[in-house]
T-cell receptor
Framework: GAVVSQHPSWVICKSGTSVKIECRSLDFQATTMFWYRQFPKQSLMLMATSNEGSKATYEQGVEKDKFLINHASLTLSTLTVTSAHPEDSSFYIC???????????FGSGTRLTVV | DQQVKQNSPSLSVQEGRISILNCDYTNSMFDYFLWYKKYPAEGPTFLISISSIKDKNEDGRFTVFLNKSAKHLSLHIVPSQPGDSAVYFCAANRRTFGNEKLTFGTGTRLTIIP
């Protein structure tokens, strides 16, 4: 079946630094990828939708200058958390929408801890 | 505004019995519903889905029921197995409107008691 690889699985960074998270669709092309954030014991909250070759669409309240999304190819999308602060510590998950069919495949998530 | 709600944060079921997880939604424009299973520190895994033109979809031990008039869907797992212990999320979107965004519920933690 469809597989989405997300790296790193966890990262610890210092406050003020930037962190890049990669999301790759391994055996299918994904014209659309989604980035979610999950706080402990809460639901997955959609941050942004990225379409290959175009600018990402951010949800209300999500700072586009802080959470930079790049979807340069049909198999790769990246989320860069810029100037990270402790409140950005969270679990980030990407999802890829298969070009054919209606499936959504999720990555394994990235635990970001900002100290 | 929580458009998809799972009012039971947790549920415990004896192994071999039926697990019933419930989900309610408020947006009548949703036309496609999905259930995901999630372990801690992992991404969600797709279980089963249903289109709004149906009221039931079955796949092995998993059955999803949709009651559009009540804006309610449920996931039945029978028989329940220890490996089913996880957090279950329902999700919805407006596929026919070209909206691919999934809106997730708050999740229900299912514990299967051996």
């Amino acid at each position: 079946g469809a597989v989405v690889s997300q790296h790193p699985s966890w990262v610890i960074c210092k406050s003020g630094t930037s962190v890049k998270i990669e999301c790759r669709s391994l055996d299918f092309q994904a014209t659309t990828m989604f980035w979610y954030r999950q706080f402990p014991k809460q639901s997955l909250m959609l941050m942004a939708t990225s379409n290959e070759g175009s600018k990402a669409t951010y949800e209300q309240g999500v700072e586009k200058d802080k959470f930079l999304i790049n979807h340069a190819s049909l198999t790769l999308s990246t989320l860069t958390v810029t100037s990270a602060h402790p409140e950005d510590s969270s679990f980030y998950i990407c999802s890829a929408r298969e070009t054919r069919g209606y499936g959504y495949t999720f990555g394994s998530g990235t635990r970001l801890t900002v100290v | 505004d929580q458009q998809v709600k799972q009012n039971s944060p947790s549920l415990s079921v004896q192994e071999g019995r039926i697990s019933i997880l419930n989900c309610d939604y408020t947006n009548s424009m949703f036309d496609y519903f999905l259930w995901y299973k999630k372990y801690p520190a992992e991404g969600p895994t797709f279980l089963i889905s249903i289109s709004s033109i149906k009221d039931k979809n079955e796949d092995g031990r998993f059955t999803v029921f949709l009651n559009k008039s009540a804006k309610h869907l449920s996931l039945h797992i029978v028989p329940s197995q220890p490996g089913d212990s996880a957090v279950y999320f329902c999700a919805a979107n407006r596929r026919t409107f070209g909206n691919e965004k999934l809106t997730f519920g708050t999740g229900t933690r299912l514990t299967i008691i051996p």
